[in-house]
């Protein structure tokens, strides 16, 4: 089956621009969640969506949006980019209802975003 | 906020069992611990969970001592494939789905 899809798979973009990287999940899965990893920071979570709400957010600057739509693919918005924005985004779904647990989480190989 | 600590890098000759220990002193009862590994540029893999008990699966083993406060990771025969970073998370196993990374132990198998 399909994996977890990322796209554009590498991007550079300018400072105060914005940018838009979308998701598309393993057939099924209904929870996407977006981590921003960085060698300074490591793996962050961003925020979490599932039947097109979010449902758990991490510690990001408003400027770091997401949407879900029903058909769980997920985007992710960044506005007015910073130079410490440039960071490999990753993408992940799992199999999960709520009140049920998820074996695992299936990641994407990530879109790498250069800001200049 | 990791909850967990992993020794920052360790060497395994291919072939042998590679053993990558974590400590989680203060995980709570209904916690599991999670093992990924990040083959470099591509996403994390998920390895394997337990709560208590040893699990195994094709591709690792998982021992957690029975006071639960560390576990090991075992990958009975390793390859120059299984060079990555490997990372040791506890988290409840339903709710919300953020995971804490940490930093993980670098793992490199000599040939």
């Known amino acids: 089956k399909a994996g977890v899809t990322q796209t554009p798979r590498y991007l550079i973009k300018t400072r105060g621009q914005q940018v838009t990287l979308s998701c598309s999940p393993i057939s099924g899965h209904r929870s996407v969640s977006w981590y921003q990893q960085t060698p300074g920071q490591g793996l962050q979570f961003l925020f979490e969506?599932?039947?097109?709400?979010?449902?758990n957010k991490g510690n990001f600057p408003g400027r770091f949006s997401g949407r879900q739509f029903s058909n769980s693919r997920s985007e992710m918005n960044v506005s007015t980019l910073e130079l410490g924005d440039s960071a490999l985004y990753l993408c992940?779904?799992?199999?999960?209802?709520?009140?049920?647990?998820?074996?695992?989480?299936?990641f994407g190989s990530g879109t790498r975003l250069t800001v200049v | 906020d990791a909850k967990t600590t992993q020794p920052p890098s360790m060497d395994c000759a291919e072939g042998r069992a590679a053993n990558l220990p974590c400590n989680h002193s203060t995980i709570s009862g209904n916690e599991y611990v999670y093992w990924y590994r990040q083959i470099h540029s591509q996403g994390p893999q998920y390895i394997i969970h337990g709560l208590k008990n040893n699990e195994t699966n094709e591709m690792a083993s998982l021992i957690i001592t029975e006071d639960r406060k560390s576990s090991t990771l075992i990958l009975p025969h390793a390859t120059l494939r299984d060079t990555a970073v490997y990372y040791c998370?506890?988290?409840?196993?339903?709710?919300?789905?953020?995971?804490?990374f940490g930093t993980g132990t670098r793992l490199t198998v000599i040939p």
């Open positions: 992940a779904s799992s199999l999960i209802s709520l009140g049920q647990g998820a074996d695992g989480y299936t």
């Open positions: 998370i506890v988290r409840l196993k339903t709710g919300a789905n953020n995971l804490f």
């Open positions: 969506y599932f039947s097109e709400t979010q449902r």
